[in-house]
């Protein structure tokens, strides 16, 4: 499980396409699609550069009035998958 003192990035094997208020993601490798709504394109926008998560945490916190406990119970988990899926690695 990616935990906080990880630093992460996305891989460069998907494209990735605005849809009115979601990201959808295609990865190539694997064929398959995904859709991030708001909140997961702020993450996935921000995993374009090597980015502790951290610091994302703090980002999302400040953004959207979320506790640092709650805001980390819900994205680090989705971040485990993101890096189970090959869609991020470790810088």
């Known amino acids: 499980m990616i935990d906080r003192s990880a630093v992460l990035r996305r891989t460069d094997d998907h494209v990735s396409a605005p849809l009115e208020e979601s990201l959808v993601m295609m990865d190539i490798d694997a064929g398959r699609y995904y859709m991030l709504d708001g909140v997961a394109s702020v993450v996935w ?3 374009a550069e090597p980015t502790p ?3 994302l945490i703090a980002d999302l916190c400040g953004r959207y009035e979320v506790k640092p406990e ?3 119970a819900d994205v680090l988990p989705f971040l485990t998958q993101l890096h189970e899926k090959g869609l991020v690695q470790q810088a």
């Open 45 to 47: 926008a921000r995993l």
């Open 53 to 55: 998560v951290s610091d």
């Open 70 to 72: 709650r805001c980390e």
